[in-house]
């Protein structure tokens, strides 16, 4: 049977989602050329939560968009078989934008890298910065480094960490799973 522990309940979940949006409010002020994206699927409902506290906040005409990596993996077909595709919404073109690439759990890079890659079909951006929730940080094997991230964690190899949401598992919450 795993160990599992809460290591971020729901009050300071809200809370660090709070954080980082002050953080990029101080960063882009208006948000004049910028965008967020979050990467399909647990970027996307980080990026969704960001976007709706943002607009509460009274940043508008933010470009929100939603990008799948699926084609651009290393690791696309697997043993359990292919990944699963999301849709691709980006509405607007990146180039000379400052993109908020948005995701749940920065673990090896290769998502990021992988992200990187597919948002260059929808133009240059002037700078990507990195978000994410959970950075899992000396577990690198890429050299990708959060701008903005939510929690450190340190793991051992054998551990899992699971950002969970209020809409999909009935609470907003991350957990560390153990073997």
Same mark, same amino acid.
């Given at each position: ?19 980082? /949006? ?12 910028? /965008?967020?994206? %979050? ?14 506290? *943002?607009?509460?906040?009274? !940043?508008? &005409?933010?470009?929100?968009?939603? @990008? &799948? ?11 359990? %078989?292919? @990944? ?16 908020? *690439? !948005? &995701?749940? !759990? ?47 964690? &340190? ?7 699971? !950002? ?11 957990? *560390?799973?153990?073997?």
């Amino acid at each position: 049977m795993p160990d599992i522990r809460i290591i971020h309940d729901s009050q300071r979940f809200a809370l660090t989602i709070e954080r980082l /949006c002050r953080h990029l409010i101080e960063e882009h002020g208006d948000f004049t050329n910028s /965008c967020l994206i %979050g990467i399909q699927l647990g970027g996307v409902q980080l990026a969704d939560r960001l976007y709706r506290r *943002l607009q509460e906040l009274g !940043v508008s &005409d933010l470009p929100f968009g939603k @990008l &799948d990596i699926t084609f651009y993996r290393d690791d696309f077909r697997t043993k359990q %078989g292919p @990944l699963k595709a999301y849709p691709t919404e980006i509405e607007f073109l990146v180039e000379d934008r400052r993109v908020i *690439l !948005v &995701d749940d !759990v920065l673990f090896s890079g290769r998502t990021v890298l992988s992200a990187m890659t597919a948002l260059n079909h929808y133009g240059r951006p002037s700078t990507v910065e990195l978000l994410v929730m959970v950075d899992r940080r000396f577990r690198r094997t890429l050299p990708i480094q959060a701008n903005y991230s939510g929690l450190l964690v &340190d793991t051992l190899t054998d551990e899992y960490v699971d !950002v969970q949401w209020q809409e999909t598992h009935g609470a907003d919450q991350i957990l *560390l799973l153990g073997s």
